[in-house]
């Protein structure tokens, strides 16, 4: 069974910084493109940022120049650096990746989620 796990939210003051991490586990025989998503109260899901096997990085408008997204291959693993945080970076982050595993062809595995809460 294949899972993603996050970790590294919390409560940080505007301008500061945090490090989401993610990791997958299971029965994983390759990872294609991972990414992270947000989502605010109200608000649908939308793309944070997100980084294809060979390393090439997409991000949403609103956070370029501020958050950077790293993945290490060899340990399933896909990280969120986000500094200069803004009150309206207040959301749940969500980790996704593109799996192929011993349970499915490639699919789209989600984790559940941490709490990034930016406030003063």
């Known amino acids: 069974q294949v899972q993603l796990v996050e970790s590294g939210g919390g409560l940080v003051q505007p301008g500061g910084s945090l490090r989401l991490s993610c990791v997958a586990s299971?029965?994983?025989?390759?990872?294609?493109?991972m990414g992270w998503y947000r989502q605010g109260p109200g608000n649908q899901r939308e793309l944070v940022a997100a980084?294809?096997?060979?390393?090439?990085?997409r991000y949403a408008d609103f956070v370029r120049g501020r958050f950077t997204i790293s993945r290490d291959n060899a340990k399933n693993t896909v990280s969120l650096q986000m500094n200069n945080l803004k009150p309206e970076d207040t959301s749940v982050y969500f980790c996704?990746?593109?799996?192929?595993?011993?349970?499915?062809?490639?699919?789209?595995?989600w984790g559940q989620g941490t709490q990034v809460t930016v406030s003063s």
């Open positions: 980084i294809t096997k060979g390393g090439s990085t």
């Open positions: 299971g029965s994983i025989y390759s990872i294609n493109a």
């Open positions: 996704k990746a593109d799996i192929l595993s011993g349970d499915s062809w490639f699919t789209d595995y």
